[in-house]
């Protein structure tokens, strides 16, 4: 096998040099040989041999066993000179660094970084001063000392002291010449004079002080004098004030570093590849700096695959010496299964400071944009955008679902114009924020007539999914060219387009109720399928991810999921996704430590590793209460938070309006009464199969009856019945229902419009 040598061209001003071989950029950072295998390099590679020329030398090698392939990946050391051209070309390339500082023109950075910089002084300034007294007593012991230095040095300066040996140097070679004119030189009398002097004027200074001077000023002068001299006094080797701050240096992460790591797992290709006379493990791309961490990419040997390497996360973290919170090997999905993206912090995750959630303090947030959620291994922000989406949240107990649901909810909360259904099964009131006081539909336990109520509002959610389409389909296409609802619908009086969020936090005591879950799963798919452009979200959130308690028919649908630590591979994939294990993304990976920390999926092309921002049950009753004074505002403050209450919920029964909702499509406008009557008691034969056992008219007095408390009446109605009789006979038109509905579910108009 043949070897190309390259050597590395100049790197540029910032320490890069590009070499283009077939067609990708090698990024080198050493001026070292660098050496890849021939093979690598195609005939393609050197199609344009003057740009290959220009930065790389190539030469062949017919040494079979030189066959090794050494990336100059790590990160410079020496800053190299280069030629003006390839400076030129180099930062034609390159990527030119802003002007001004991100951190100056964002505000909320420079809020933080102003912070930090306030806390960092005022931590500095308490802890030297509490320790004041300390400096004081090691100043005062090592004065006599500095005392004695100062006069040794002042002596040997009156006595030029210094110039001794070369005079004695001179008289040891007989040099006259130079002894004089070093003799010449010492002024030793003057000296004496002016050392003589100064000590006069000092005394005198004293004893005017000790006499007629304030109290403030002989202290101050003492203190002068005896730090000073404590100073002189002070070892090299020691220091008078202790570290404020203690910074741990992580250490740098070189190519050595990876392959020992890697070579540490146990996994026999790479311990071939990296034995003497193997094929050696590349690296694509240099070893840089990324936030707070380094980033490495890594071509692993032939048939090793990354997802070997995330499942030995620990023993990968024990080959780097490092904790396992700050090791996080990533698959590059575009690239081919054994290129590793390998992220290893400074810090562990589960240890960092994560900045404070952005929406905390101020702020309003729009569901139509992407809502703040949390950062990402590296401290970048993540946010995701829920509107047209649902989401799913799924973790074993404890790991910080909930946690992360409440941002959602809190974000959501913020937006006055959206319309919250917030049903907690576990029923602590960890929601009970956002819940009571911005909710329209709000429930906490996991007893009968939660589920029931919880129930009920699915009804009516569900039954929104006809009335909505409808309304969105007779809007002329200019108003909603989309098909789908815009901001401006959303805020457009009585179109009742408003968006609505319904969560769900432990849906599986819901999906996995006897009675219950069935239904439960059949409103939940339609809401998931359609609801998204219609404007309503659904957010589940479960601690036990199985078929029982998340149907995979719902679990399929999700749009957005947030995986936080789970144990194996069933639980990842229900939560993450089919395949979601087999394609390397693996919540498996997260260990006890890390709370709040998971993996989000259908935010971005790849999965992010993203830890919730952390709002504590304090700081997010706050945060309620400022949405729910924003929502007052506004007009939304509606149902549970305004003090009605709009379900029935377990005793009551199923809510008429939206079951009738229910069984009149969109499109049939007016409908027979008893028709509309057997079809309810299709719909729920426990509720409303007697009505439907009477005759014709009975049933048409029957329904006249119920809806009348909603000021709905029947009246005469063109029709045609089951037997394809046609006729004139007592019915409902939809829209009274449907706009008698809407009067107890929809919030008023946000702005008047
Ligand atoms: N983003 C976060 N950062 C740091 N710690 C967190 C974060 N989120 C949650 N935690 C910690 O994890 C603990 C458990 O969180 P949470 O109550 O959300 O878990 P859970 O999964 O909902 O639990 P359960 O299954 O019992 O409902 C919290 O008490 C909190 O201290």
Redesign the pocket.
């Known amino acids: 096998m043949t070897t190309t040598i390259v050597t590395t061209p100049e790197p540029s001003d910032d320490g890069r040099a590009d070499v283009t071989v077939g067609g990708k950029v090698l990024d080198f950072r050493k001026t070292d040989p660098v050496i890849i295998d021939a093979e690598s390099v195609t005939a393609s590679d050197h199609a344009d041999t003057d740009t290959v020329n220009d930065a790389v030398t190539s030469a062949v090698n017919g040494d079979e066993t030189a066959v090794h392939e050494h990336l100059a990946v790590d990160p410079p050391n020496l800053f190299v000179n280069t030629s003006l051209d390839i400076r030129i070309r180099n930062a034609a390339n390159g990527k030119r660094r802003p002007v001004i500082a991100p951190w100056l023109r964002s505000r909320t950075q420079f809020v933080q970084t102003a912070k930090w910089a306030a806390d960092h002084a005022a931590h500095v300034s308490a802890y030297h001063a509490v320790r004041l007294p300390l400096y004081a007593g090691k100043l005062a012991l090592r004065s006599p000392i500095g005392a004695l230095k100062a006069l040794g040095h002042a002596g040997s300066w009156v006595f030029d002291l210094e110039s001794s040996p070369l005079r004695k140097q001179a008289v040891q070679k007989g040099d006259g010449e130079l002894y004089l004119k070093l003799t010449r030189e010492r002024h030793v009398a003057g000296r004496v004079w002016l050392a003589l002097f100064t000590t006069v004027a000092l005394v005198a200074g004293v004893l005017v002080l000790w006499g007629f001077g304030p109290w403030w000023a002989q202290w101050l002068a003492v203190a002068a004098v005896v730090g000073g001299l404590g100073w002189l006094g002070t070892p090299s080797d020691k220091r008078i004030a202790g570290r404020a701050v203690v910074t741990t240096k992580a250490q740098k992460l070189t190519s050595d570093v990876v392959v020992r790591a890697l070579a540490s797992l146990g996994i026999a290709q790479i311990n071939q590849a990296v034995a003497k006379g193997g094929s050696g493990i590349t690296f694509p791309a240099p070893i840089v700096r990324d936030g707070p961490g380094w980033l490495a990419t890594v071509d692993l040997p032939y048939g090793v695959v990354v997802t070997d390497i995330m499942e030995r996360r620990d023993k990968l973290a024990s080959g780097l010496r490092r904790p396992l919170g700050c090791v996080w090997p990533e698959p590059v999905s575009e690239e081919h299964a054994g290129r590793l993206r390998l992220w290893v912090g400074d810090q562990d995750m589960s240890q960092a400071k ?1 900045g404070a959630w952005s929406l905390a303090k101020t702020g309003r947030a729009d569901i139509f944009q992407p809502l703040p959620f ?1 950062q990402d291994q590296r401290g970048r922000a993540v946010s995701f955008l829920l509107m047209f989406a649902n989401l799913l949240i799924g ?1 074993m ?8 649901l409440r941002i959602v909810l809190l974000a959501a909360a913020l937006d006055p114009t959206v319309q919250l259904r917030i049903f907690e099964l ?1 029923g602590t009131g ?1 929601l009970s924020g956002p819940g009571e006081k911005c909710a329209h539909h709000y429930g906490t336990g996991a007893d009968d007539d939660t589920l029931m109520a919880c129930l009920e509002s699915l009804r009516q959610v569900k039954a929104e999914l006809d009335s909505r389409a409808k309304t969105i389909r007779e809007l002329p296409r200019e108003v909603c060219p989309e098909n789908k609802v815009t901001p401006e619908l959303a805020r457009r009086k009585g179109l009742g387009l408003h968006p609505i969020l319904f969560a769900i936090d ?1 849906c599986q005591e819901l999906f996995s109720h006897p009675d219950l879950g069935k239904e439960a799963e059949a409103l939940c798919v339609p809401i998931i399928k359609r609801g998204p452009a219609l404007g309503i979200m659904l957010v589940l959130a479960t ?1 036990r991810p199985d078929a029982k308690s998340l149907p995979p028919a719902v679990a399929d649908n999700m749009s957005l999921r947030f995986c ?1 630590r789970v144990m194996g591979q069933v639980a990842n994939d229900m939560v993450l996704g089919t395949s979601a294990y087999k394609n390397g993304i693996r919540a498996t990976m997260f260990g006890h430590k890390d ?2 920390i998971g993996l989000l999926v259908g935010n971005a092309d790849d999965a992010q590793i993203t ?4 709002v504590d049950g304090p700081d997010a009753e706050k945060i309620s209460d400022r949405a729910r004074a924003m929502r007052a505002a506004a007009g939304t403050l509606t149902g549970h938070a305004a003090g009605e209450e709009t379900l029935t919920g377990a005793d009551s029964g199923p809510n008429l309006l939206a079951d009738v909702c229910e069984v009149l499509p969109a499109g049939q406008d007016k409908v027979w009464s008893e028709t509309v009557v057997d079809r309810l008691a299709d719909l729920r034969p426990d509720v409303y199969g007697p009505w439907a056992e009477q005759d014709g008219k009975t049933k048409a007095t029957q329904l006249a009856a119920a809806l009348k408390p909603y000021g709905i009446t029947t009246g005469q109605v063109w029709g045609t019945g089951p037997d394809g009789k046609t006729g004139n006979r007592r019915g409902i038109t939809r829209t009274d229902v449907v706009a008698a509905y809407r009067a107890t579910t929809t919030p008023r108009d946000i702005d008047g419009a």
């Open positions: 994560t949390g973790a107990p404890r790991q910080g679902k909930t946690f992360a576990k960890d432990e601690q936080l709370k709040g830890r919730s921002s952390y």
